[in-house]
């Protein structure tokens, strides 16, 4: 009976080993942030305070799995996953891309301990694979810029494309979401400028 009990726990033990061994390794992705040292300083600067809120989103991006859509139905991959999930990455790169663009007094995390005149909070509503007729990467977010003093929202940029995948699989996926995103922050970034331009007073201006 020893004999037989003591060959099924090592049966056992050999098969964990052999499905801990089978099992495939994770792959991790981040998007492209951008780099602050290549910027050139603005002529003017927007005599304001900017504040980020955390990007909103459904579970699904809230979490690190890449998310991908066939018709009406959605999934995640199972061992294709973010560094980070998606709506902080966007947040990063946001600030960062505001950051670089040198029009600000600053730009901050709303959860930091900075005090800002303006508020930007923003949802995400598609980041994904969509496969039809031809493989796409679909990047929607909608952005708004609310002013603290009064609290009302003074401005909103809403962003919605479909980037084509060069290929089928997941890098060329994860390829067409980083241009997809990178497009939409930057056309942000050049309407809120834009606002700001038209709206608030310059230093440049104050000091004329």
């Known amino acids: ?3 037989i009990a003591a060959g099924l726990a090592i049966a056992m033990m050999a ?7 089978a099992a495939r390794p994770s792959k991790y992705y981040e998007l492209t942030i951008p780099n602050l040292a290549n910027s050139a300083p603005a002529a003017q600067l927007h005599t304001i305070t900017l504040l980020i809120a955390p990007i909103t989103a459904s579970h699904l991006y809230r979490g690190d799995r890449v998310v991908y859509s066939t ?10 996953r ?15 891309e505001l950051r670089a663009s040198g029009r600000y007094r600053g730009v901050y995390a709303q959860t930091s301990s900075a005090r800002g005149d303006y ?6 509503y598609d980041f994904k694979e969509v496969s039809g007729s031809t493989l796409l990467a679909r990047v929607t977010v909608e952005l708004e810029l609310r002013e603290l003093r009064t609290g009302a929202t003074v401005w909103t ?3 919605t494309h479909d980037e084509p995948v060069a290929h089928k699989d997941v890098p060329a996926v994860i390829s067409a979401l980083d241009r997809n995103v990178q497009q939409g922050i930057n056309e942000f970034v050049v309407g809120l400028d834009q606002y700001f331009g038209a709206h608030i007073t310059t230093e440049a201006q104050v000091s004329q």
Request: glycine share 12%; net charge negative; aromatic share 12%.
């Open 157 to 159: 940029h809403f962003y």
């Open 15 to 21: 098969g964990a080993l052999c499905s801990c061994g």
């Open 71 to 80: 018709g009406s139905e959605m999934g995640t991959y199972e061992y294709q």
């Open 1 to 3: 009976m020893r004999s």
């Open 119 to 124: 508020l930007i909070r923003g949802h995400l």
């Open 82 to 96: 973010w560094a980070e999930p998606p709506t902080e990455m966007i947040e990063a790169m946001l600030i960062r």
